[in-house]
């Protein structure tokens, strides 16, 4: 009910009035029927522009820190990602992917659409980083249709570390759905889920222009900074 109250009543209408969502191929997210929609990461805000543009309910995850944060930040935290379907999962043990994963599944067995960044964080620098298999995997055990989303700019309108958006027109663009069923029952194959998480991101390197980088986006934040090479 809040989710719903959130997006149509309260926070939906000014939100649109705001920042007057672009949207290009939102006609290729099926109106019915389980749907994974992977998305580029590119700033907090994607996980509040997605369920404002989609007409059905996105059910992200995110790590349980999220709902567990003290004083008003904390509570208004929780708040947005209880109010936007979001689900909390504990990703500090080592059975936490298959919980993240298990939790989305349980979400397209009941015809739900399973929003996922493949990235599995954000962008550090714009650029579209390797994709993490988990995406491959929900897709080929639930046997639900891919529909790539791009970001195109919501990053110049909330770039990372900044607390208020930058005014300005949100741009987001669908792709077509990527049918896996040609790889049916072969999940838990290295090599198949590599070959599916890469045919995903060639879409989302397609669809937002965003230059590619062949590493995961996690170990380019962890990354020393490059020094500048002396004259």
């Not at 949100?170 to 990527?178: E, H, S, T, Y």
Request: aromatic residues 8%; without cysteine; proline residues 7%.
């Amino acid at each position: 009910m809040l989710y719903w109250l959130l997006k149509y009543v309260v926070l939906g209408p000014l939100l649109r009035l705001i920042f007057r969502p672009q949207v290009e191929g939102l006609e290729h997210v099926p109106e019915t029927g389980p749907v994974i929609l992977a998305s580029n990461h590119l700033s907090f805000s994607d996980s509040i522009f997605t369920p404002l543009i989609v007409k059905r309910k996105v059910t992200f995850i995110a790590k349980a820190e999220y709902f567990t944060g003290k004083g008003l930040k904390g509570r208004l935290t929780k708040m947005f990602f209880v109010g936007s379907g979001t689900i909390p999962v504990d990703r500090s043990g080592g059975r936490a992917a298959r919980a993240a994963l298990d939790t989305q599944l349980s979400v397209l067995r009941a015809g739900g659409i399973a929003g996922i960044y493949p990235e599995g964080t954000r962008s550090p620098d714009g650029r579209l980083y390797r994709g993490k298999t988990g995406v491959a995997r929900l897709a080929l055990e639930s046997g639900a249709p891919v529909v790539p989303m791009a970001m195109l700019n919501s990053d110049a309108i909330q770039p990372t570390g900044q607390i208020v958006p930058n005014l300005g027109r949100v741009r987001i663009r669908f792709g077509p759905p990527l049918d896996f069923s040609r790889y049916a029952g072969m999940a838990g194959d290295r090599f198949v889920e590599r070959a599916v998480t890469d045919e995903i991101m060639y879409e989302l390197m397609e669809l937002s222009g965003r230059e590619y980088v062949d590493t995961y986006a996690q170990k380019a934040k962890s990354a020393p900074a490059r020094q500048p090479v002396p004259a």
